[in-house]
């Protein structure tokens, strides 16, 4: 099956300043790749998601960008505040009726 | 919208037992998986249900079985608990399984401790 990686598992940033996490998945035929955050005793929660048509996709603050060749894609936050603390997750998955398989998490702090 | 819902949302039992947690995907979705979470596996997939049927299911073992009723509705069941079955078990709903189906809503999950 399917395995997903992710880096760096803790990353500590000064508010204001860029974070990136990065994945790599190991099957070529994955073609959907969302971004989970999660909160303190909360809920994961979709925050962006490519798919493998698209290189890069933007929302505000937070964009992905997706290497196919290299299999890795990788979620950038921009002028990181202290409500972008959290664990995020990358998963990956082949589509259709095939589930999603997670990476491991990162656990970001934002140091005000 | 009524989002994901689990229940209970806290669950203590001991070793040996077996236990039975539910979960109601928000209205319309057919799919449902259930996510086990642990400090140090991160999310790991359990199965996925759609109409009715078991569509994918991951690496664990028997103990773990799941069903999913004619509403969505969605119950997992662990026999023979052990201590390691201790874990935020989560749901996760989605509109279908095929074509675009879009990422997962989850649940605020099930905290389960086996003493």
């Known amino acids: 099956g399917e395995n997903v990686e992710q880096h760096p598992s803790t990353l500590s940033v000064q508010e204001g300043d860029s974070a990136v996490i990065k994945c790599t998945y190991s099957?070529?035929?994955?073609?959907?790749f969302p971004w989970y955050k999660q909160e303190l005793g909360k809920r994961p929660q979709l925050i962006i998601d490519?798919?493998?048509?698209?290189g890069e996709k933007k929302d505000q603050r937070i964009a992905v960008t997706l290497n196919k060749t290299a299999k890795h894609f990788s979620l950038h936050i921009t002028e990181t505040q202290p409500e972008d603390s959290a664990v995020y997750f990358c998963?990956?998955?082949?589509?259709?009726?095939?589930?999603?398989?997670f990476g491991t998490g990162t656990r970001l702090t934002v140091i005000p | 919208k009524a989002g994901v819902t689990q229940t209970p949302r806290y669950l203590i039992k001991t070793r040996g037992q077996q236990v039975t947690l539910s979960c109601s995907p928000i209205s319309g979705h057919r799919s449902v998986s259930w996510y086990q979470q642990t400090p140090g596996q991160g999310l790991q997939f359990l199965f996925e249900?759609?109409?009715?049927?078991?569509?994918n299911k991951g690496n664990f073992p028997g103990r773990f079985s799941g069903r999913q009723f004619s509403n969505s509705r969605s119950e997992m069941n662990v026999s023979t608990l052990e201590l390691g079955d201790s874990a935020l078990y989560l749901c996760?709903?989605?509109?279908?399984?095929?074509?675009?189906?879009?990422?997962?809503?989850f649940g605020s999950g099930t905290r389960l401790t086996v003493v």
């Open positions: 099957d070529s035929a994955s073609n959907y």
């Open positions: 998963a990956a998955s082949k589509g259709g009726a095939n589930n999603l398989f």
């Open positions: 996760a709903s989605r509109p279908q399984v095929g074509g675009r189906s879009g990422g997962y809503t």
């Open positions: 490519i798919r493998s048509n698209v």
């Open positions: 249900y759609f109409s009715e049927t078991q569509r």
